[in-house]
C-alpha cells in the first residue's frame, strides 16, 4: 500500500483561498483586505480594522457609530457565565477561565452558518470575561463596563478601575489592530476545522482560545518584561545588552521565524511608541533599547538581520499601560477573536469539511 508525501505539521501546505490578509514573511508584509497593516494601527482604531475585516471596507462615520454602539450593547456578561467564572478556582489559569466562560456563551453562537450578530456579542463579552475574572483572581469586586468608552479604552478601565489616559488607549489600540489577524495560524486553523464541520460559533472561538493557550501560539512577554526591567535606564542600555552579547545570550524580542526582515506589527508599534514616548517613560525606554538592540545584533550577527518582533512592543505596551504579565495572551484573544470570527464567516460562505488524511505506519493483522 503506497504512502503520500507527509508535511509534517501541514507546513506549507495550502488549505484555503482567503481574502482577509496576507503574511509575507519574506519580504515583511503584512495585509489586511488590501490595506497595510501598520498604516491601519498608525491612522485607524479597533472598531474601524474589525468592520474591515468582517464587512470587507473601513466604516463611513454612520457605520462606525453602528458598530460601536452594537458592541457596547453586548458587553454584559449573562449571570450564569458569571457564577460559572466565580466557581472557577484561583489556581487556575487566566486562558483555562477565558475557555470556560465563552463556551457557556451558547444563546450568543448557537446555530449554523454564524452571523454578524454572533460575531459581534461574542467579540463584545471576550474583554469583559477577562477583566470579570481577573478582578476576582485580585480580589476586588469586577467592574460593569461602560458604553460611552470604546472597546479598547472600556477593557482598560474594566481592569483596571480607572478610566485610561489617551496615550494608553492609543497604544493598547495599536496592539489589538497588528494583532487582529495574521493569516492561518494554529488558532485560526482550529476554529475553521470546527466552523468546517458546521458546528456552532461559540465551539469554533472556543477551539481557538485552547489552541492560543498552548506556549508555542500564544507566548508570553515575561522575558522581553524581565530584560527591559533589569536594562532599567537608557543608558544602561548599551552596556547591559553588549554584556549579554558577550555572553552569548539571545535579546528576547529581536528576530522572528517568519518574518526574514523587519516584523511590520512591530515597525507600526515602533511608530506608535516613538509618538507616546513623551507622554509614557515605558514607552521611551522601549525606543531607546529597540534602536540600541538593533546597532549592537548588526555587529555581534552581522547579515542575521535581527529586528525587533511584536513581541517586544507588546511586552513595552503591556508594561506602559499597566495589565501584568498573564493578561498577555487573554489581551492577544481579545484582538484575535475579530480575526477568528472573519475567518469563520468566510469559512461558512464557501465550506467544505476539513478532513486532512494520515500514513498508516502500524501493523497489519496477519
Given at each position: ?13 495550502v488549505?484555503a483561498e ?27 482604531t479597533f ?27 453586548n ?11 466565580d ?8 486562558m483555562?477561565?477565558?475557555r470556560s ?9 448557537h446555530?449554523?452558518p454564524?452571523?454578524?450578530e ?6 463584545a ?13 485580585e ?6 463596563p ?6 479598547t ?51 469554533a ?23 527591559m526591567?533589569?536594562i532599567?535606564t537608557k ?5 547591559w545588552?553588549r ?6 545570550e ?8 517568519v ?49 525587533t518582533?511584536?513581541e517586544?512592543y507588546?511586552?513595552?505596551v503591556?508594561?506602559?499601560?499597566g ?6 495572551t487573554?489581551?492577544?484573544?481579545v ?9 469563520v ?22
Amino acid at each position: 500500500m503506497g504512502t503520500k508525501h507527509i508535511a509534517i505539521g501541514l507546513e506549507g501546505i495550502v488549505v484555503a483561498e482567503s481574502d482577509l490578509s496576507l503574511v509575507d514573511g519574506l519580504n515583511g508584509h503584512l495585509v489586511y483586505r488590501g490595506h497595510w497593516a501598520r498604516d491601519l494601527a498608525i491612522q485607524h482604531t479597533f472598531e474601524e480594522v474589525a468592520h474591515l475585516l468582517w464587512y470587507g471596507h473601513l466604516p463611513n462615520e454612520t457605520e462606525l457609530q453602528q458598530l460601536k454602539n452594537k458592541l457596547a450593547e453586548n458587553r454584559t456578561l449573562p449571570e450564569h457565565v458569571k457564577k460559572a467564572l466565580d466557581g472557577i478556582p484561583a489556581d487556575v489559569d487566566m486562558m483555562s477561565a477565558l475557555r470556560s466562560g465563552v463556551s457557556l456563551l451558547a444563546e450568543q453562537g448557537h446555530g449554523w452558518p454564524p452571523t454578524l450578530e454572533q460575531v459581534i456579542s461574542i467579540t463584545a463579552k471576550i474583554p469583559t470575561i477577562v477583566a470579570y475574572r481577573y478582578a476576582r483572581q485580585e480580589g476586588r469586586a469586577p467592574i460593569d463596563p461602560r458604553p460611552d468608552l470604546g472597546h479598547t479604552a472600556n477593557y482598560l478601565y474594566m481592569c483596571k478601575g480607572q478610566e485610561p489616559t489617551v496615550a494608553h488607549v492609543r497604544g493598547l489600540d495599536a496592539y489589538l489592530i497588528l494583532t487582529q489577524e495574521h493569516g492561518m495560524n494554529a488558532s485560526t486553523f482550529a476554529a475553521r476545522v470546527v466552523s468546517s464541520t458546521r458546528s456552532d460559533l461559540v465551539s469554533a472561538i472556543t477551539a481557538a482560545i485552547g489552541a492560543l493557550k498552548g506556549p508555542l501560539h500564544g507566548g508570553a512577554p515575561s522575558e522581553v518584561t524581565e530584560m527591559m526591567e533589569a536594562i532599567g535606564t537608557k543608558e544602561n542600555a548599551e552596556p547591559w545588552l553588549r554584556q549579554a552579547l558577550e555572553n552569548g545570550e539571545r535579546l528576547m524580542g529581536f528576530g522572528h521565524r517568519v518574518y526574514k526582515t523587519k516584523d511590520p506589527r512591530a515597525t507600526a508599534l515602533s511608530v506608535v511608541a516613538s509618538e507616546l514616548s513623551k507622554d509614557d517613560p515605558w514607552f521611551e525606554l522601549a525606543t531607546h533599547v529597540e534602536q540600541v538592540g538593533v546597532k549592537l545584533l548588526a555587529e555581534y550577527k552581522p547579515g542575521r538581520q535581527l529586528n525587533t518582533n511584536v513581541e517586544f512592543y507588546a511586552a513595552a505596551v503591556m508594561r506602559a499601560v499597566g495589565l501584568p504579565d498573564e493578561l498577555f495572551t487573554p489581551t492577544f484573544a481579545v484582538s484575535r477573536t475579530v480575526g477568528w470570527c472573519a475567518h469563520v464567516l468566510e469559512q461558512a460562505a464557501n465550506n467544505r469539511i476539513i478532513r486532512p488524511e494520515s500514513n498508516y505506519t502500524g501493523l497489519m493483522p496477519e
